[in-house]
């Protein structure tokens, strides 16, 4: 059982949903300060994670062949569709709404791909694929509650739901794609060693204000 990637999935949700109904709270100013908080630790970790990688022509050949990919499957309109329909849903429920769609699925795509496609989550995925190491995950769910907090503030209930599309991309990645790997193949150290030196630090950047 992957423990980090349930307890990385559970703090988005609880933060997410806790920022919706007491995120009100939470000064302005304060909340522009964990924005900026959020991107310096991105930026360090990301800082940390170039000293692992060992191919660096195999991983920028493999951003290269994603983007294309991406590009071609247009999976990023599929993302603002789907995201688009779930606010909708949202608001019925909730009978709220928010004044720009476009900029609203905007800055929500842009944090789902953060909280989901961040450096630590990928490598907090492979280590609980490889070895069943946690630390990473675990170390990212203390700032993905309050980052989830922060943002729900913000933007309502819909940052909670990024908690379902995390924990199944987590566990794909973890359950089914590393076990067909080994950490020479993915030309990185191990990430809970890796990480051991910077356990207060995740990757959670910001796209809203």
Do not use: W
């Not at 909730?94 to 905007?106: C, G, L, M, P, R």
């Amino acid at each position: 059982m992957s423990i980090g990637i349930i307890v990385n999935s559970a703090c988005v949700l609880i933060g997410g949903l806790l920022g919706s109904f007491f995120g009100r709270l939470l000064p302005v100013k304060m909340r522009e300060s964990l924005y900026g908080l959020f991107g310096y630790c991105s930026i360090i970790i990301g800082i940390i994670l170039l000293q692992n990688i060992k191919s660096m022509p195999a991983v920028t050949l493999a951003l290269i062949l994603g983007t294309i990919i991406g590009e071609a499957l247009r999976i990023e309109d599929q993302i603002n569709f789907a995201s688009l329909r779930l606010k909708t849903l949202i608001e019925r429920i909730t009978n709220t709404a928010a004044a720009d769609n476009d900029a609203y699925i905007s800055r929500f795509v842009g944090l789902l791909m953060l909280f989901c496609t961040g450096s630590t989550g990928i490598l907090g995925a492979i280590g609980e694929g490889v070895n069943g190491d946690s630390t990473v995950l675990l170390t990212k769910s203390v700032m993905d509650i309050f980052a989830a907090f922060a943002f729900a503030a913000h933007m309502g209930p819909m940052i909670a739901c990024i908690a379902i599309p995390q924990f199944l991309f987590f566990s794909i990645l973890a359950g089914f794609i590393m076990p067909l790997t080994d950490p020479l193949m993915i030309g990185v150290s191990s990430p809970g060693n890796s990480y051991s030196s910077s356990s207060s630090l995740t990757s959670i950047s910001t796209r809203s204000s």
